[in-house]
């Protein structure tokens, strides 16, 4: 009767660990599906697809409450929202849709802030949690009011995820853009912006973000010639890169 027993209970704890183990996986599945969707709408600039990783990490988050990474993740993709918006912003020529495009682009980055000061909250010392939410108070910027208001607090964020981790090189762009677009008498230095980018793209020579910026930098500093040779470095990486491809095209027009 007793080796009935111990065996019974042998059987149910097996089934107990085997459905758990199943309940893992099949979340372990969906965060892969949706950090993938994540991936691919950031390389390609698919807003459905940001919109699709979102719902599976918002979903993941109410069955894990606790668990500070799927609230990254939120907050991560309403980032890769904003940076859409901003490339339909650049590719935009006229004034009255870039304001609106600048308005829907403000509301995004003020909803995914939130998920940042979650992930946070739950984890105070991730890096890159920090650097995410630096960058979404950058994007409610749409002018010198909100810069004033939200300059000084994006930069806190930012030098607090460098603190932590000195490595994390999207950080270190978003340092970077901070050289670029201030003016010179608020602490803006362009070319210590570019020399930031150029050593980013030397430390992670995968990473596009990292060319974006530097051209872009160039760009802003009349190097038409650098900024049109790190486009085509960029396009030698990824020929598919939408950003590489209209900058490089615009600054060929105007030559």
Do not use: W
Not at 29 to 44: E, S, V
Not at 155 to 168: F, G, K, T
Not at 180 to 195: F, Y
Request: charged share 25%; hydrophobic share 40%; glycine share 6%.
């Amino acid at each position: 009767m007793k080796i009935f027993r111990n065996a019974c209970i042998s059987i149910i704890l097996f089934l107990v660990i085997c459905f758990v183990a199943g309940i893992v996986a099949a979340e372990n599945d969906r965060f892969k599906q949706a950090k993938k969707h994540l991936d691919d709408g950031i390389h390609t600039y698919n807003e459905q697809l940001l919109h699709d990783a979102k719902k599976i990490f918002i979903q993941l988050i109410k069955e894990n409450p606790s668990d500070y990474i799927y609230v990254h993740y939120v907050a991560l993709t309403h980032l890769g929202l904003c940076d859409l918006k901003n490339f339909e912003i650049a590719k935009c020529s006229a004034r009255k849709e870039k304001k609106t495009l600048k308005a829907k682009r403000v509301a995004i980055a003020e909803e995914g802030i939130p998920y940042a000061d979650k992930s946070i909250a739950l984890k105070s010392d991730f890096s890159d949690s920090h650097r995410v939410k630096g960058a979404l108070i950058s994007n409610r910027i749409s002018g010198m009011f909100s810069g004033m208001r939200n300059g000084s607090l994006a930069e806190e964020e930012i030098n607090m995820a460098l603190q932590i981790d000195n490595s994390n090189a999207m950080a270190h762009i978003e340092n970077a853009r901070k050289f670029v677009n201030k003016p010179g008498l608020l602490g803006g230095d362009i070319k210590k912006g570019i020399e930031i980018l150029n050593n980013v793209i030397n430390d992670n020579p995968g990473l596009e973000k990292g060319y974006i910026n530097l051209g872009i930098a160039y760009q802003e500093n009349s190097e038409v010639e650098k900024a049109i040779n790190t486009f085509n470095r960029l396009l030698g990486i990824n020929p598919d890169n939408p950003e590489a491809r209209f900058f490089l095209d615009q600054l060929m027009f105007s030559k």
